[in-house]
């Protein structure tokens, strides 16, 4: 899957993602260039929205999500490589139930904030997905 951004800021946003809990106001600026095309590398619903994984203008070793309101879809296939998780209580301290993406994250809660915090083994495991999802989109 890839999504081309529409827009950067706060003020691309609907209001009810606008929230002094979240730390972003209309001002808010993303990582994240208009116009251009990124590769998806998971999904997750919050607050009622669908919020993309991706390699923003940031990035550093991980993808980070960021809200689908900021973009339109570029490319509607799937990853070959994902596959889909819910859990009603929530995964993990964001309170998101649902997961879409390669096995190793799809199934276990704690791998996404192991990965942020630049684990080997995590770290190993996206850059090898990361280059087999890379390819399929070519």
Known sequence: MKVKCLGNRGS??????????SNWDTNTRFALTVGK?????????????????ICDDDFTYFPVW???PL??????RV??????NYSPEGRDE???G????????AQNPYYYGRLADNR??????FRKYQKMIDEEYG
Do not use: C, M, Q
């Open 66 to 68: 960021n809200p689908s």
């Open 37 to 53: 095309t990124y590769i998806v590398y998971g999904i997750t619903v919050y607050r009622r929205y669908l919020w993309y994984y």
């Open 120 to 125: 080997d083994e995590e770290v190993a495991v």
């Open 94 to 96: 964001s309170d998101v």
């Open 12 to 21: 691309s946003l609907p209001e009810e993602l606008l929230d002094p809990r």
């Open 79 to 84: 990853s070959k490589y994902w596959e889909v």
């Open 71 to 76: 973009f339109e879809i570029a490319d509607h």
């Open 98 to 105: 649902i997961i879409v993406a390669y096995p190793e994250w």
